[in-house]
């Protein structure tokens, strides 16, 4: 029996493996995004666990004019790698969960993620714009009708993907963090900071905001990130 080939395949997937590892390592990254976390933190946040440098580009309300031209779609945020510039903030985020391997060992853990991105990000669209573009009195009014009509719908969509999904951990989807425990960590900061006792009713989810605050790479970077308004 011939067993050449086998061996010669088997050789090139380890040098096809090497080789896409040596070009994630020499790859550099540059996020463009306005000097706040609305919709480019969540990509800040998986370059910071994944502990991979970037480049943290960040204009103010006044600089952004001049820029625009100079983004594919003409919005933020925007990754540039290796001067390839990629649009859309949830394109970026799965490509970089997939890039570091926080987006699931196989395709069934990765809808699995996505599910819960997903649901996360149903979260973060309703109450998002509530505090980024509306002026009060309206906004209290908007917050106020939030918290008592739509959170809970939310957080308890949330809760029941965890069920499901967590196989008894405090992570979302198996036993490792990924990209949907950062996504529900970026979608509820805004919350929480309007009242910061929000979980104590959802004590999975208060636990698992807490593995992520603690995972050290993220820790290190919420330490350092610039304190902005939104």
Known sequence: MNTTPCRCIFFLSICLHTQTGAQILMSTYKLIYFDGRGRGEISRLILATAGQKFEDVRYQQDEWPSHKSEMPLGQMPVLEID???LPQSMTIARFLARQFHLAGKDNLEQAKVEAVADTATDLFNKFGP??????????KASIDEFFANELSKHLRNLETLAKAYSEGSSFFVGNNLTFADLCVYDALENILEVDANILDQYPWLKTNRQEVANH??????????????F
């Open 216 to 229: 050290p790479n993220v820790a290190t970077y919420l330490e350092s990130r610039p304190k902005t308004a």
């Open 130 to 139: 509530i505090i980024w573009y509306q002026e009060e009195p309206q906004k």
């Open 83 to 85: 001067g390839i510039k």
